[in-house]
């Protein structure tokens, strides 16, 4: 949640309500008890608060207020920060200094536009193993379904709840391909699913406290818990992540090539 530009962080981010998209209706009760994680947590008190706040507020507000994110509590789950991180500083650095001067020329008025097509790889949510696509604004579907036959497309048990969430990278890298040179890109996110939404969401909660509120020797276990959640170690869910994401791969440069 931190594709933001730096001019927005000052003017509308850090200045925006705390409970943007009700994120605080949430905070203490699940998604941040401000205590270290305990094994009853991991193993009935996570899901008996879980079932308390969709009770009370439904499960696609609960879902969107966590993928949202918020920029005001550190310690919180899905604390997008304050500034713009590194990692995006340094590869919109490279893309703007070197990658697109090196495809570009000193005339390009009457050159072709380059096609690019972005692939952001997800874990997490969806049924194990199956892949949906999140398709860039303003394509057409019948576009994306003839450029990525047999996808699964903007499945809304998936897509649910990421409509008031920013810094994602397609939010970010949209805006930095020159006109001059490219064509508007096409920035797809291809989520594969692992577990059920409700044992992610316990994952992050758990590791989150032990984050904050133990010793690092101690947060080990919690970490696998994430992991888990992200990563099934099994043969049939890492065949169909190869499987499917060499589809989509192959497909995205047979568009890039035209």
């Not at 605080?24 to 008190?45: A, C, I, M, Q």
């Not at 604004?137 to 499945?155: C, G, H, I, Y």
């Amino acid at each position: 949640r931190n594709g933001i530009p730096e001019h927005e962080w000052s003017s509308s981010i850090l200045t925006r309500d705390p409970n943007y998209a009700n994120y605080e209706d949430f905070n203490e009760h699940l998604f941040n008890p401000r205590r270290p994680p305990t094994w009853y947590d991991k193993s009935v008190g996570t899901f008996i608060q879980a079932i308390q706040s969709i009770s009370k507020h439904g499960f696609v507000p609960m879902k969107r207020a966590m993928v949202t994110g918020q920029y005001h509590y550190e310690k919180g789950v899905f604390f997008g920060g304050k500034e713009l991180q590194p990692s995006h500083k340094v590869l919109s650095k490279f893309l703007k200094e070197s990658l697109f001067p090196s495809l570009s020329t000193e005339d390009d008025s009457g050159s072709p536009l380059r096609t690019v097509t972005w692939v952001d790889v997800h874990t997490g949510l969806g049924e194990s193993g199956i892949d949906t696509l999140f398709s860039p604004p303003d394509v057409p579907r019948q576009v994306m379904e003839s450029t990525f036959p047999d996808a699964l497309l903007d499945d809304a048990k998936v897509t649910s709840g990421y409509d008031m969430a920013v810094g994602l990278n397609r939010h970010f890298y949209d805006t930095i391909f020159p006109s001059a040179t490219f064509s508007k890109p096409w920035i797809i996110l291809e989520e594969f699913g692992t577990v059920p939404s409700v044992m992610v969401a316990r994952a992050l909660i758990l590791e989150n406290m032990a984050r904050h509120y133990l010793p690092l020797d101690d947060q080990k276990h919690w970490a696998t818990l994430t992991r888990s959640a992200f990563y099934q170690r099994t043969t049939a869910w890492r065949k169909s992540i190869v499987t499917r994401g060499l589809i989509v791969f192959l497909q995205s440069i047979e568009r890039s090539s035209h």
